[in-house]
DNA sequence: GATGAATGAGTGTTCATTCAT
DNA sequence: TATGAATGAACACTCATTCAT
């Protein structure tokens, strides 16, 4: 039973390939499937996961910062694109984010669990560089606001951000509702909650770029 | 050793014992402690545990509602006595709010979990209970908001209140770090994150109540 | 508080009711209820089944006793009232005694777990008791066998009641089926087991009674 | 510390091997065990049974498959050998059976427990299948019934054997007691019970064949 | 006599990880 | 390299019984 040593394309392969099904599993279940459930999916041994993983949290970093890649790659050609008014900025924004991220469902879902997977059981390198990531995904989409014709400041740009991704990650949470329970929000008083998440996303995020960019230090 | 019957006082005294310790573990730990843990810090039997609780996620839920409970009970007064004026309501709700925020310490970290907690192990007549217990603080700081000099619309109340309720919870989100990381939070990249959470929460609110109030549907 | 000392009657007038929920509780069930699941039912206080029972396996006991002794009291008239032939005495006791079983519906769930209760937890005297109980009930309908126009030995009428109750016994053992199967019993191959437990207790009893009696020892 | 895969045959004697530990535990105890008692006495981990057991129960469907599996193998054959004479028959197989009955001593008790332990934690899948292995077994039995000398209709040959083995299970629960209770078998009044199993379930079962086969529906 | 709070040993099951092959 | 058998600590929860009041 030889096998040749893989070489970095191969190794990248098969954590892809694991990548792929445990995000699979992740949408059905909205839950971190177990290594049990991602290798048996996979067809390959629960050795194997180890292989390519140091420990089952390293797939959640994994799976969160390709969701979270994908956003950014959606949003810093719709920054770049804004025009120099205040308000019709926040208004196309609004609705380009929105629908950035309606379009990355498993996001907010995984960025939700962040905080209780990462203090759980990962080293301090990989927890370093999945946070850094995160920065580097908040300065890419402020340079393209700087260089925007709203030409923000970068700092300032930076705290917009932080603050944009904060109301979408915190409305997620607040709207966001266990199955056993969405058959009671037609109904007082929970109906309060009954609001359409990407509506109401791309109001709190237009109201939260309008009071930012109508008094905003400029580049 | 002495075990009289407990009239409802003495019950809800040693429910609140043990939530105590529950309290206090969580406080530790970050995470839900173990029923186990639980009674072991407080001196008594697994059983008794269960005496005052159904489930190891009631105390979840009942630590939570405490902390919601105290937050409301600070926000209400707050709301009740802003200025007419938007820009000095938005600049003292916001500092008022960022008090009251960092007065319940634990509550951000408790809600964090709601979600994922919720599913797993409790009946639908609690997560109703719990539910609307939310909805109730809304409510009650809505009526507060639209009694204030500002006379804001109820409906609008409930939806401003809404997001600042997803603001905090979000950035607390995005700013929370694990212990281990917080010695790298002084240098680059990661001092972006490096922010005063109740300054930033501070800010935050304060852009999103100038945003939503300077086109305020008034009462 | 002061309660006066309980005479006999009132005490097991007690007794009694608890017996009464806990039958009432075993019916809806077809498991023996918990003591907490007794006491609640009854209204009273935990420690008071305890004054009445030494344990839990007594009320088993008693539940057993008495169902039993429900059907010897159904079965001795008539034994009394047997003819002399032994074709027709098989005949009329087989249907005179699936009728008395079928009148008494909880003695064979009850029965059939015996010998696991009784191992648990009895203190020896009540085994005892209850085994005398037993032999008392067969003794006396032995001897109204031998009383009876059929005249059968005393010793053979022990023999042949035993065998008739063990057939009881085995046969709703062997038909009785979870609940969760029973959908299953109207197809092949289950419907072998598609008895009714009575038509098929009294075929059983007749061939045995039959076989028995063709060459009895008489008295 | 060994850990190849294993075949197919390896597999099953592990399982095996639990099932022996499993079947001792269960001869001293005549409870089944826990599995925790199981691992222990196997000298493995907790896990490491539940590679060859979905759950506890399947331990007790296993045993009680294997042992009635014995018994079948015993009395098929036995079942072909029978002459056509009733009588004889009847005596011959009266005492075949007692003798397979008697070599395969845990059958009974754990027979006695089926229903218990079926409505527990099985999934209806196991449920069935065993189910149907006791048809299996019964009607290999009343086929071999059926080509024997006594040329007994299939029908009839199931009927026959079902109430044999009724009586067999009844016989054994009525008859079976407490170790504690068993030095008092001897004395009055409880020496109705001191009968040698296996001589009563000969006579018993003789005279319910001989009272069977006297008017059979012949094939 | 009556109460019911307190007990705690015991249960079956899960699952991330290891390491001999 | 790849395997998958083995591990075992951890988990939430039950319930018959006791005994101070």
Redesign the pocket.
Known sequence: ?A?????DD??AL?RAQLLTVAHALFRQTQT??????IVTAAG????????S?????EVFVALLEDSFGALIGAVVPAIAALPADAQAAAEQFSARFADAVAATPDLLPLAGMTNSVLEK?LPLPTMLAFKQGLVAGLEAAALALSHSALRLDQAEGVALLLRTWSMTLGLWQALDFPIALRSHLKQAPLNVFDRDFSVELRQAVYALWKGTLSQPARR
């Open positions: 039973m096998r040749p040593t893989l070489n191969e190794r098969r971190l499937p177990s290594v049990s459930a390959v041994a629960k050795g194997t996961f180890y292989l993983f140091g420990s089952k949290e059981n």
